[in-house]
């Protein structure tokens, strides 16, 4: 249970004052749901501003004056300003409101001395002040430093203000977590100090990374990370694997069928998968390789060793097209071999489904695939010993761990093709072993990528033409947005659609999330099958589509994707042995940001390089959609600023699980609470469960 002393932290924040419904829906999306999420929402700017008393003395940007009222100047319409007039000691002042609130203004009258803050204006008739900040009659109303909040639509920064002044008090006395030598190296504060602290900034550096503040807050987020992911590794190895020790001939047999040699790299992780395989210990290992490395080959081979010690192994995919992928290419090689493939998705239903799941239970289907579906609770295995999770960064740690849990000691095998940065692998998979395919299967040309502004599409497409004609080639037409929006000028994937087929007729098709799985596995088929030429798409092909016949790939407004996102697009292209061409189109402006992106992506292809890269430019939040994945979503840790506190972090929890794995000395309970802090009462659970 969490402790008593963090409930203040953990109440809803719709029991804050000031916060109705309205606003709790905003203050949710924008911060989360606890009163905690209030104060991990840091400040990202300051604002200083001094009094002064004279205006020869005005000296900042920002300043608070005092100002006797002399005249109100309504304007004759609504369209011109306000203006009210007064003096700064002896000095003409002037404030002016184009937006304003007439009962508001009518409380300030003449002859009223009152204090003014916000942005000054020195003129050569005196001070001018837009819109001011603040109009008091108490100057101890004012805060001389402002801290500056991320804001949504109806949030201001007064309110954030506010919220953090009502929260702060309520802050706990906590035991310290931390070790002492170490804060007193790094020059860490206190928790409690250090929350205070982040909120009241009194300067530009009180609001960098590397802020003793944050830095102590950083930690301890990542602390808890860390922690709480070696508590879940540390349960899985406490509950034992299911060895599997086969005799190899089928993985034999299927490496003679293979039209081509195995890398060195990929020989490597295998013999590293078999090893974990055949120990007592449960395996869970994360395989990672960059775009056409070998990894479905190197799953199947550990499959099948599985299979051959008589047990079964669930295969999950993260879209329904990458799941029948795997199931097309897995039956094509283990038919032969006499192993029964299944398929099971949201589409299997009915009697259909009955029948599959009955043979899987019996044991007559050894290996299965499929996507979400394999998470429900009727789906039950005679003796799973192998799960194998494709493109884990689409689900999230305790997603896989369910997967798991389908019985005692299933081994795990977590596959990417996305390269993660070292930094982003430690706080996903800190829990995991890592194998690497560094080494790409020989014969496969490089892509070329070239860069281009929009303006040039007449021209692509009428090259197109002649290309899918008399080269007989397909592409790819990758758009950002599925339907045009009012908000932006980008041309959707449907219009783009619309506009190719009075070029290419019925040649083209059309797939994005929001078609049904039928209808998009039509279109796909067709595609596959040479029906079309040009396959127009969201990012719903970035993984999982292998169609040897297609060439080119055209990003439109590639400058709105992340690097990783352009990576995997660009994968989907040179499949095939022959030469193929990758087409970034950009628009009109490009920030430096975007140029450096695209400037990466034509000069390398190897996705360790391309996964730092985004990293540095977009930060962990973003990358690849962070925040909707299994990535750790960190609200007070930066990996860009932060990465030796990652690697410290992960020494002092491995450090400290070795002499306390159970957390009980006087430390280990204070890190009990940290871990309650952050949110991983899983975790907690672990060490409970023994």
């Known amino acids: 249970m969490r402790p008593d002393s963090l409930t203040p932290l953990f109440r809803d924040i719709s029991g804050l004052a000031g916060v109705g419904a309205k606003l709790s829906g905003v203050l949710r999306r924008l911060c989360g749901p606890a009163a ?95 819109h001011p900040d603040f109009i008091v009659r108490d100057r101890a109303a004012i805060p001389e430093y402002e801290a500056l909040y991320p804001l949504a639509a109806g949030v201001s920064q007064r309110l954030m203000a506010k919220l953090v002044a009502q929260i702060a008090p309520t802050l706990p006395a906590l035991p310290e977590w931390l070790d002492g030598p170490f804060m007193k190296q790094r020059g860490l504060p206190d928790w409690k100090p250090a929350v205070v602290q982040a909120h009241h900034p009194k300067s530009a550096a009180d609001i960098l990374p590397l802020h003793p503040a944050r830095l102590r807050l950083a930690y301890d987020e990542l602390l808890a990370n860390q922690l709480a992911l070696l508590l879940v590794r540390a349960q899985e190895k406490r509950a034992g694997g299911l060895p599997v020790r086969g005799t190899g001939e089928l993985v034999q047999q299927a490496c003679a069928a293979l039209p081509y040699e195995l890398t060195h790299a990929q020989q490597r992780v295998i013999a590293e998968i078999e090893a974990d395989l055949a120990s007592d210990a449960k395996m869970v290992r994360l395989l990672q390789g960059d775009v056409g490395s070998g990894k479905t080959i190197v799953a199947l081979l550990a499959a099948l060793r599985v299979v051959e010690s008589g047990a079964q192994v669930a295969f999950m995919a993260p879209t329904d097209i990458l799941a029948r992928q795997h199931e097309a290419v897995l039956s094509k090689l283990c038919t032969p071999l006499g192993v029964r493939v299944g398929l099971l998705t949201a589409r299997e239903k009915g009697t259909r489904r009955d029948v599959l799941l009955q043979a899987v239970a019996r044991g007559e289907i050894p290996i299965l695939i499929g996507t979400h579906a394999l998470f429900e609770e009727d789906v039950r295995f005679a003796r799973l010993g192998l799960a194998v999770v494709d493109e884990q960064h689409k689900f999230g740690v305790y997603q896989r761990l369910a997967l798991a849990q389908k019985q005692r000691g299933v081994n795990m095998l977590v596959m990417t093709a996305t390269p993660i940065p070292r930094t982003l692998a430690l706080t996903a998979y800190g829990d995991m072993d890592l194998s690497q395919l560094d080494e790409k299967p020989p014969g496969r040309t490089p892509i070329e990528t070239r860069v281009m502004p929009v303006a040039k599409i007449p021209d692509l497409a009428a090259r197109l033409k002649e290309a899918c004609v008399r080269q007989k080639t397909q592409a790819y037409w990758v758009c950002p947005l599925v339907e045009e929006s009012e908000k932006t000028d980008l041309i959707a994937a449907k219009a783009r659609f619309a506009e190719l087929q009075r070029i290419f007729g019925d040649r083209v098709g059309l797939v994005h999330g929001r078609m049904k799985g039928a209808d998009k596995d039509a279109v796909m088929e067709r595609f596959i099958a040479g029906e079309l030429d040009i396959l127009v798409a969201t990012t719903v092909i970035e993984v999982g589509v292998d169609v040897k016949a297609a060439t080119l790939m055209v990003v439109e407004h590639a400058e709105r994707f992340g690097l990783s996102g352009l990576h995997q697009l660009r994968g989907r292209v040179g499949r095939g042995g022959g030469k193929s061409l990758c087409l970034l189109l950009y628009g009109e402006t490009l920030s430096e940001n975007a140029r450096e992106r695209l400037r990466v992506m034509r000069e390398t292809d190897d996705g360790f390089v391309i996964a730092e890269a985004d990293l540095k430019l977009r930060g962990a939040g973003e990358l690849l959609g962070v925040r909707q994945s299994g990535y750790p979503d960190f609200k007070l840790a930066d990996m860009s600023a932060h990465r030796d506190l990652l690697w410290t972090a992960t020494q002092d929890a491995r450090a400290f699980l070795t002499l306390d794995p159970d957390l009980k000395t006087s430390r280990g309970q204070a890190l009990k609470i940290l871990l309650y802090l952050f949110g991983k009462d899983r975790a907690i659970q672990t060490i409970k469960a023994g």
């Open 36 to 130: 905690a999420d209030i104060l991990w929402h840091l400040p990202v700017g300051v604002i200083h501003r001094p009094y002064y008393a004279d205006a020869a003395h005005i000296a900042t940007e920002y300043g608070t004056i005092r100002m006797q009222i002399t005249q109100h100047l309504p304007p004759p319409t609504k369209k011109q300003p306000y203006r009210i007039l007064g003096l700064m000691g002896g000095s003409p002042a002037e404030l002016v409101f184009f937006n304003y609130h007439q009962n508001y203004l009518d409380k300030y009258k003449p002859d009223d001395v009152v204090f003014v803050s916000g942005k000054i204006e020195k003129t050569y008739a005196g001070i001018k002040m837009l």
